[in-house]
């Protein structure tokens, strides 16, 4: 059962009551309080473990906490909060590591298990190999009686996510423009804080789809065919801006005045676009798959972009190393160090806010200020002799481009750039292209497609 898992350097994915069970969920945890005790030692570890708001969370809360403390971890629960708030407890509270109860965007009949170390990260490739082997081979260090883990309630999570979030605006900037915001949270783990932090930045905020209930009002990733709900009560209540948060809120969509929703990649773009404005010659990451929009920003400020392959702890682990001022994805995921290493979408709303409010633009003015490209995105199932195959033809066919394979292939263009590569969380090849000319990316993916029907036949 557990080899149907989805189990990779993003943790552990499945669906609920076929391939992933309590049991399974426990051992896993298990597995991961071991790799805990084998590298930090000593006794007194203890593990925030958090969760979003489906229903079947709190059933894989217990078999994780459970797990935790068969090994002697002390786990310390902190109820259904956001993704990022739980990375902000783990170093607030001095833990060893942290463990998330979400599936991301997946639909409700999914859940998964997403690990973070000490420092509020999650597991780089290397480690995430050892924790799932620990699992695998079952080489799990079980506790006596006496040595079994504690179990503890922490319900300060929101407050101590926001107090940060707020230290890196100047609050007051905001409350003085009164901005009227429709949030729209899906009904998952992201509205109470989001709204939380609106209240406190002096917005007066319609919320939509608020309560945590885990029963999705609708595709709960926020992309422009999900959101035409929140598109249509932007206009309806007169607002300035819209927000969209995924499930577990590390992601953040925006709707702009006219009801309009500008894309996932441009809520890094504008995030940037605030962060160089007093950051000039500053350095940014960002994964290969992320717009060149930020690319432009960077530059015109002075700055740089520095290219990570695709997942947050490496755009994160980019962050430190080279002392970066802002960094993310393109999916809506914005990182600010200052608060923690994790995409966070209350970090993106007050960015974006303070942004209109120190230049006294509409989103969609300051949308027109960035440059337009046009983005292309196609996925097919390939295994791995399909993935190998398809990467190895690409590269023939792209042979005089700027070649990058940080992760899978990517080739940059004068006009543009294509990205393929294997998903990290599904069986599948994931091709992007973005050129400013439509035509230009849809040639990229055309000849993507050409080449895997020339192989598979």
């Known amino acids: 059962m557990a080899q149907e898992l989805i189990i990779s350097i993003s943790g552990m994915r499945g669906i609920i009551g076929e ?7 426990a051992e896993y945890a298990a597995a991961f309080g071991t790799y805990l005790k084998n590298t930090a030692g000593g006794k007194g570890l203890s593990v925030c473990v958090g969760r979003d708001s489906r229903p079947s969370g709190q059933m894989i809360t217990s078999a994780v906490s459970a797990g935790l403390m068969s090994v002697g971890i002390r786990v310390i629960e ?31 009949e999914y859940n998964g298990i997403k690990l973070l170390l000490g420092d ?34 922490c319900e300060n999570t929101d407050p101590v996510h926001i107090e940060k979030v707020l230290g890196i605006v ?13 949030l729209d949270s899906v009904n998952g783990a992201g509205g109470r804080a989001g709204k939380k932090l609106l209240d406190e930045l002096g917005c007066r905020v319609v919320t939509m789809n608020y309560e945590p209930t885990g029963f999705f009002a609708h595709k709960p990733e926020p ?53 160089f404005a007093t950051n000039k010659g500053g350095r940014s990451a960002a994964n290969l798959s992320t717009s060149r929009m930020i690319d432009d920003v960077a530059a015109k400020a002075g700055g740089t972009v520095i290219r990570t392959p695709v997942g947050e702890a490496n755009v994160a682990n980019a962050m430190i190393k080279n002392n970066c001022v802002i960094g993310g994805e393109g999916n809506g995921g914005v990182i600010d160090l200052r608060v923690g290493p994790i995409r966070n979408s209350l970090v993106a709303m007050a960015m974006v806010l303070e942004l209109m409010a120190e230049t006294g633009k509409t989103i969609s003015q300051l949308v027109d200020e ?35 394979d940080a992760d899978g292939y990517r080739f940059d263009f004068a006009d543009g750039w294509l990205h393929l590569r294997t998903s990290n969380t599904e069986p599948i090849m994931r091709a992007i292209a973005e050129a400013r000319d439509e035509s230009k990316a849809r040639e990229y993916i055309a000849a993507v497609e050409k080449i895997r029907h020339g192989i598979t036949g």
């Open 370 to 404: 960035l440059p337009h490209y046009c983005m292309i995105k196609d996925k097919f199932e390939a295994d791995a002799k399909l993935a190998s195959k398809m990467l190895a033809e690409v590269k023939k066919e792209f042979k005089d481009a700027k070649f990058n």
């Open 120 to 153: 509020g990260i999650a597991p780089p490739a290397d480690v995430a190999t050892k924790i799932r082997q620990i699992y695998f081979d079952k080489k799990i260090s079980y506790s006596d009686s006496p040595s079994c883990g504690k179990f503890e309630l």
């Open 223 to 275: 992309t422009k065919e999900n959101l035409v709900s929140l598109c249509d009560e932007v206009k309806k209540c007169g607002a300035e801006i819209g927000f969209a948060q995924d499930p577990d809120a590390d992601r953040l969509a925006i709707v702009d005045e006219n009801g309009i929703y500008i894309g996932e990649e441009y809520t890094l773009a504008l995030a940037a676009m605030y962060m």
């Open 170 to 182: 100047e609050p007051e900037k905001i409350k003085d423009k009164c901005f009227k915001v429709v």
């Open 78 to 108: 902190l109820g259904i909060v956001t993704t990022p708030g739980v990375g902000v407890m783990v170093v607030n509270l001095g833990s060893a590591g942290g463990i998330i109860i979400t599936a991301s965007h997946n639909p409700i």
């Open 19 to 25: 391939n992933l069970t309590p049991a399974i969920a």
